[in-house]
């Protein structure tokens, strides 16, 4: 028998996950470059990925949401394993909530040397991405950014916004002392010890302790909502395992 574990704080600070090679977008050097059609299999060895408050909701439903340790941030489990179980040949489980994390890729945005500055990047070591030839929709048309670009670009604008939100929502729960560790583990039939660890959880208690003001407070910013959503996804440890349980019997047969 063996065991192994996920440790959150360790994959955060290797984010941003399924990037390889990420290059900012250049009209002239990439007015040849094309995107292809692809799958979800780039994110089916990932435990869990990052989300933001805009989507805790839509998330909630499939995924227990916690938060990584370290540099807190919401995270929505995948799996108890290294193995994302809601990725099946490539396909992503059809009534789950495809995080837009996972959506805006292969495409994100890198810093530049303007502090408050992003350019919208794409993930050449793709491989989705190709640098010639005519298969796949274009990045650029006539010197222009395409439908597609636009479209990215559009998208992963909304993200970063929705970024700086949720590093506020975090901020508030880590001055106001609400999060505590948290382990997960569970035993397979086979006997094998799965589990989570370096992770956080709000605490109930502390929460149903906010004083008035506070509580007033993040009622108008919308944050006891989102507290509400987190600590109910919690429920969805046992489906998690549940799935874990039925992947593990499948890889058996």
Sequence with gaps: MSSRS????????????????????????????????????????????????????????????????????????????????????????????????????????????????????VDTGSGRVTQAGDVGAALFEDGRPSDLTVQALAFCEAFQGEVAATQAFCAALVATDMLIDRRADATLPDGRTVGLEGFQIVDAEKFAGLADDVVLDWHKRGWLALVHFHLTSLERFSALLSRQEARAAVTRS
Excluded: C, M
């Design 6 to 121: 996920q440790n959150a704080p360790e994959a955060a600070r290797r984010l941003p996950l399924f990037y390889r090679e990420p290059v900012p977008l250049s009209s002239i050097t990439h007015a040849d470059w094309r995107l292809k059609d692809g799958d979800a299999s780039f994110a089916a060895e990932t435990a869990f990925v990052p989300i933001v408050v805009g989507e805790l909701a839509a998330a909630a439903r499939n995924y227990p949401i916690v938060f990584a340790a370290g540099d807190v941030a919401p995270v929505a489990l995948l799996g108890l394993e290294h193995d994302n179980l809601f990725v099946a040949d490539g396909a992503w489980t059809a009534d789950a909530y495809v995080p837009a994390y996972v959506r805006r890729y292969p495409f994100g945005f890198i810093a530049t040397e303007n502090p408050d500055g992003f350019a919208l990047a």
